[in-house]
T-cell receptor, first 115, second 112 residues
Framework: AQSVSQHNHHVILSEAASLELGCNYS??????LFWYVQYPGQHLQLLLK??????LVKGIKGFEAEFIKSKFSFNLRKPSVQWSDTAEYFC?????????????FGTGTRLLVSP | DGGITQSPKYLFRKEGQNVTLSCEQN?????MYWYRQDPGQGLRLIYY???????QKGDIAEGYSVSREKKESFPLTVTSAQKNPTAFYLC???????????FGPGTRLTVL
């Protein structure tokens, strides 16, 4: 069965600091990878996604993620965070073994950015 | 305005009562999903449906039931058999052939 690990449960940063959130998954076959974000009081939103091609993907609000197949990782990065990035971030994967039908989520990382 | 609606936003029920959570989408998506979100546990899949009149159990289906009589609607019933029903419930949908899912605003259920 697929699983997704997010090792940072809580992260606290000051504005302008750089961010990297780790995500590792267990499935060895073809996967699609996602980062979702949940701002306080808002819907879960898609931040970025990787299906194929360039392993460095760019998303909304200056976020990017790099797919490293050999490490089964899809870490999220942002060079300079803002107070408005305070949110909970979820990594998710779906794999060919389920026909890409089911998303498996990590446990989430709560990011607090202090002004 | 296309999207997924879930109602109500907050729901309170007494222990032992069944309760049905609504999920409607006007995106013309074929697949719909129900997740449960608990602090520190991420999202866990309860049930999903890829087509009308068909649905499959997810990872934590015990104590829940669903129906899919219409393409745009996928209601979830939390039964009295669910041992720990208090949680935040999220509905999602997905277009046929596309991997990403889109989420509704959620319903926070509290069982007293």
């Amino acid at each position: 069965a697929q699983s997704v690990s997010q090792h940072n449960h809580h992260v606290i940063l000051s504005e302008a600091a750089s961010l990297e959130l780790g995500c590792n998954y267990s499935y060895g076959g073809t996967v699609n990878l996602f980062w979702y974000v949940q701002y306080p009081g808002q819907h879960l939103q898609l931040l970025l996604k990787y299906f194929s091609g360039d392993p460095l993907v760019k998303g909304i609000k200056g976020f990017e993620a790099e797919f490293i197949k050999s490490k089964f990782s899809f870490n999220l990065r942002k060079p300079s965070v803002q107070w408005s990035d305070t949110a909970e971030y979820f990594c998710a994967v779906n794999g060919m073994n389920t026909g890409f039908q089911k998303l498996v989520f990590g446990t989430g990382t709560r990011l607090l950015v202090s002004p | 305005d296309g999207g997924i609606t879930q109602s109500p936003k907050y729901l309170f029920r007494k222990e032992g009562q069944n309760v049905t959570l609504s999920c409607e989408q006007n995106l013309n998506h074929d697949a719909m999903y129900w997740y449960r979100q608990d602090p520190g546990q991420g999202l866990r899949l309860i049930y999903y449906s890829q087509i009308v009149n068909d649905f499959q159990k997810g990872d934590i289906a015990e104590g829940y039931s669903v129906s899919r009589e219409k393409k745009e609607s996928f209601p979830l019933t939390v039964t009295s058999a669910q041992k720990n029903p208090t949680a935040f419930y999220l509905c999602a949908s997905r277009e046929q052939g596309a991997p990403e899912q889109f989420f509704g605003p959620g319903t926070r259920l509290t069982v007293l």
